[in-house]
């Protein structure tokens, strides 16, 4: 390979790479901005949040969402499912890292296809 295809080459790889690395920072941006439209950020942070003097949010961080299902199979359409129908009032797996209460259906804020975007980047928080 002479010189001038070699600059070619590691050009492409340069290119190619920050594409990639691009596109998938907008899919995050436009993800965040459907759960900041949806209302999600109401009850939910993105990162850990240590609790102060007991007081636990809402709903639990998304980047402890991450840690709970990450590698776990069907955690997506799980996740997908408990966002647009609620979550049952008597399931206790975010104690003492949640209030504690349920998670009300979201099904009127948002669509399924956005709640499966948004479920796919909680996922790959890290
Ligand atoms: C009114 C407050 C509130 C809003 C609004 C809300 N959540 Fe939640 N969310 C909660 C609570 C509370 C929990 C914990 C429920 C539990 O312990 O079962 C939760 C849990 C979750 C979980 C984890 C579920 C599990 O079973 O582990 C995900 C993922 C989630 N919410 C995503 C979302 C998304 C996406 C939206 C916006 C479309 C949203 N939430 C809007 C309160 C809320």
Redesign the pocket.
Known sequence: MNRQNKICLLFSVWALATTTAFAQQSADDAAKKV?VN???L???SIKHVESKDGVLP???A?QD?AN??RGKPGAADF?TR??LEG??PY????KNK???????P?VV??SESE?RQ??YW?LSLK
């Open positions: 759960a949806a209302g999600c109401t009850c939910h809402v709903g639990p998304w969402v709970q299902y996740l408990i966002v979550s049952n399931a206790s797996h975010w949640a209030a504690g209460i349920a998670m009300p979201n804020a948002i709640t948004v479920v909680i």
